[in-house]
């Protein structure tokens, strides 16, 4: 694995566009379908059943390798069925951190759990599930296929696992989105 390199190209970030979304503002009892419109139009995105108004935010940066998304969020679940990946046509791949709360990951046959500042990887041309049972905080950054494969290696050998906080994934991602 190319760790460093992408460590190094990481750093040298240059920020081209910031976008923030927010549940502020929005009635109560709107909050989850504004979210669901505005966040997550091409994704399936449900929360559990709860009498407390959904909140949620996120902020995003396109930099010079891709897109990195800050997302803080009440309970939800999004899933991405193989008809709205055909739709999309998205060759990307997405490594997330859970900053707090506890998430879980389906992609094929794997299910995870993602334990306080445990990373996985999304290969989002494939279905799956990601989401959370709780108030949590993400950190994720979605890179080109092409980028992730010459930097990191083979997505279908690191996709749908659990990196637990301390191992040199880990390690990486956190010096570079948590300073």
């Not at 490594?95 to 995870?112: F, K, L, P, R």
């Not at 041309?125 to 959370?132: E, K, L, R, T, V």
């Amino acid at each position: 694995m190319k760790l460093q390199a992408l460590a190094c190209m990481w750093k040298a970030r240059a920020l081209v566009n910031v976008i923030r979304e927010s549940t502020d503002g929005v009635r109560a009892k709107d909050s989850f379908d504004f979210w669901r419109e505005k966040a997550t139009p091409l994704v399936n995105a449900h929360r559990p059943v709860s009498a407390v108004p959904f909140s949620a935010s996120r902020t995003m940066a396109a930099v010079t390798l891709g897109i990195f998304v800050d997302t803080r969020s009440d309970a939800l679940g999004i899933e991405q069925t193989a008809k709205q990946i055909r739709q999309q046509d998205s060759g990307e791949i997405a490594i997330s951190m859970a900053v707090s709360g506890e998430c879980y990951q389906q992609q094929d046959e794997t299910s995870v759990q993602v334990r306080q500042e445990g990373i996985v990887i999304v290969d989002m041309s494939s279905p799956y599930a990601i989401g959370s049972s709780s108030a949590y905080r993400e950190l994720r950054v979605h890179l080109p296929r092409d980028i992730f494969t010459a930097q990191v290696g083979r997505i279908e050998t690191l996709a749908g696992r659990s990196y637990a906080a301390g191992g040199a994934l880990h390690g990486l991602f956190a010096s570079y989105f948590l300073e």
